[in-house]
């Protein structure tokens, strides 16, 4: 089917991917068999070389015109979303996983949540973990500053205005997200908070994001692959898996609350249930929190890093 051609929704969907064979077939042919599919769909491929089947359907796919397949060198989700953001040709991009199964009303009921308030700069979707099933849960609202939102319960039915999103289900004006600069490319490895960011840009721009419990996705959270994947952050030195952490705070946080977030999340990282058991590792995680702690106020002081 080509999506392009059957759809009346002016959507564009971006799959950011990198790693995944058959999950990923899966995810797009479940997007394209929707009743009311996307009126185009752009996967932003980063692997390196697919199993050959995997290659032949994208490529039969990407003939037929049923979806766009653009290829990457350099893994990184930031990047990737942005280039599918500037290559989209409709005036909502929705930004999916590339693990997923989508709801019959996620395409429909994103776009009507755009078309009926002209004020919305994003909307961000139902996520269900394997864990979890939908339910009506007011949000508790109890976090404010740079944790606000942050105990949004994103398997809701229930919509609210919210300050916080998941990438893998969101839902941007094309064009505004655009004017505020994209998503911010310093987020590098496990790119944690990149989503958090961009939100808080919309934010402070005057944009308003409403969350859409009635546009969902399962979330298959595959073990293998995915655009984050830099293993066991628990067993880690690397700085990449906090780098993202302490780079938000600094960036909106004031001076005593960005401090006060980063030595809460050093201290945090090491009181989990694995390293009250394998206190051996504590050393070597402390060294990447603080190697990434210094990392983001090296990359605060060159700007944020925004392709417009």
């Known amino acids: 089917m080509n999506s392009e051609r059957n759809s009346p929704h002016q959507l564009s969907i971006v799959i950011p991917t990198y790693g995944r064979e058959e999950v990923l077939i899966g995810s797009i042919s479940a997007l394209l068999g929707l009743e009311f599919p996307a009126n185009e ?56 996983d590339d693990d997923i199964i989508p709801h019959e009303g996620l395409v429909l009921n994103h776009v009507k949540a755009h078309e009926a308030d002209e004020h919305l700069w994003a909307t961000v979707g139902q996520v ?57 490319e310093n987020f590098v490895g496990a790119a944690y908070r990149f989503e958090t960011e961009f939100a808080r840009r919309i934010v402070n721009a005057g944009g308003k994001i409403r969350f859409i419990g009635s546009a969902g996705i399962d979330h298959l959270r595959v073990a293998t692959g995915g655009t984050r994947s830099k293993g066991n952050h628990m067993t880690s030195a690397s700085p990449l898996h906090g780098f993202g952490d302490y780079y938000y705070a600094l960036r909106h946080g004031t001076g005593g609350e960005a401090w006060a977030y980063g030595i809460r999340r050093f201290f945090r990282e090491i009181r989990t249930r694995f390293h009250l058991t394998h ?30």
């Not at 060198?73 to 930004?95: D, Q």
């Not at 809701?156 to 990438?167: G, H, I």
């Not at 990434?292 to 060159?302: E, Y």
């Open 41 to 96: 769909i752009i996967v932003v491929d980063q692997t390196a070389n697919h199993q050959q089947a995997t290659t032949a359907q994208l490529l039969e796919w990407h003939e037929s015109g049923s979806i766009r397949w653009l290829k990457r060198t350099k893994p990184s989700i930031t990047e990737a979303m942005n280039h599918g953001l500037m290559k989209a040709k409709n005036s909502l991009v929705l930004f999916l």
């Open 128 to 184: 269900i973990q394997p864990w979890q099933k939908a339910e009506v849960i007011e949000p508790p609202g109890k976090l404010n500053g740079l944790q606000k939102d942050f105990d949004f319960p994103f398997n809701s039915t229930l919509d609210a205005e919210v300050e916080n999103v998941m990438a893998g289900n969101l839902c941007v004006n094309r064009e505004r997200a655009l004017s505020i600069g994209g998503f911010d």
């Open 279 to 308: 206190p051996w590792w504590i050393p070597v995680k402390w060294v990447g929190e603080a190697r990434a702690m210094l990392m983001a106020g090296r990359v605060l002081k060159k700007g944020p890093n925004l392709p417009r």
